[in-house]
T-cell receptor
Framework: ETGVTQSPTHLIKTRGQQVTLRCSSQ?????VSWYQQALGQGPQFIFQ???????GRGNFPPRFSGLQFPNYSSELNVNALELDDSALYLC?????????????FGPGTRLLVL | QQQVKQSPQSLIVQKGGISIINCAYE??????FPWYQQFPGKGPALLIA?????SEKKEGRFTISFNKSAKQFSLHIMDSQPGDSATYFC???????????FGTGTKLQVIP
């Protein structure tokens, strides 16, 4: 088990609503990346946060936003939910500059949009 | 745009057999190629990884073969065991930025 935790584990929302997902990074890690994993697909990079600022974004619209806090934990916010947002949302923590092999994934939050 | 293509989508192997999963990439800036193992209800876990300066890396029963000129790499699982049944993802990263591009996954089932 990694030291990366995510909450909640499951969530059901309706189209048009807003959702906030949370991630606590592993001790010693200062970078958090968020991924979306649709059913039967590989994870897709949403964005990364380092030093409380966005440090790169994948091909996701602005209604996907995030925050990183001084303790390196992070939130993913999704506004105006769409049915296609139903997916497993994974966060991964790492230490900037120490290579991608130090990136550890949490168990994910499964979001269902009805 | 799918930058890492993975095949097969699913694979059934007898216990003790060899499991082979193949991937191809397009972006020549990729310089790190990990394989992840994911069990149901869990996040992906790093299994083994390779950099393009070597053609093969072996860790226990798991081997990555890498062909830089063909932009292809593969995972071989020797002596496959039922406990290896999981979904495997190849992936790629560039510049150590930890913004990993994943393949579509291969669901492996090892039958006794």
């Amino acid at each position: 088990e990694t030291g990366v935790t995510q909450s909640p584990t499951h969530l059901i929302k309706t189209r048009g609503q807003q959702v906030t997902l949370r991630c606590s990074s592993q001790s010693g890690h200062n970078t958090v990346s968020w991924y979306q994993q649709a059913l039967g697909q590989g994870p897709q990079f949403i964005f990364q946060y380092y030093r409380e600022e966005e440090n790169g974004r994948g091909n996701f619209p602005p209604r996907f936003s995030g925050l990183q806090f001084p303790n390196y934990s992070s939130e993913l916010n999704v506004n105006a939910l769409e049915l296609d947002d139903s997916a497993l949302y994974l966060c991964a923590s790492s230490r900037q500059g120490q290579g991608p092999e130090t990136q550890y994934f949490g168990p994910g939050t499964r979001l269902l949009v009805l | 745009q799918q930058q890492v293509k993975q095949s097969p989508q699913s694979l059934i192997v007898q216990k003790g057999g060899i499991s082979i999963i193949n991937c191809a990439y397009e972006n020549t800036a990729f310089d790190y190629f990990p394989w992840y193992q994911q069990f149901p209800g869990k996040g992906p876990a790093l299994l083994i990884a390779i950099r393009p300066d070597v053609s093969e890396k072996k860790e226990g029963r798991f081997t990555i073969s890498f062909n830089k000129s063909a932009k292809q790499f593969s995972l071989h699982i020797m002596d496959s065991q039922p406990g290896d049944s999981a979904t495997y993802f190849c992936a790629a990263d560039s510049g150590g930025y930890q913004k990993v591009t994943f393949g579509t996954g291969t669901k492996l089932q090892v039958i006794p």
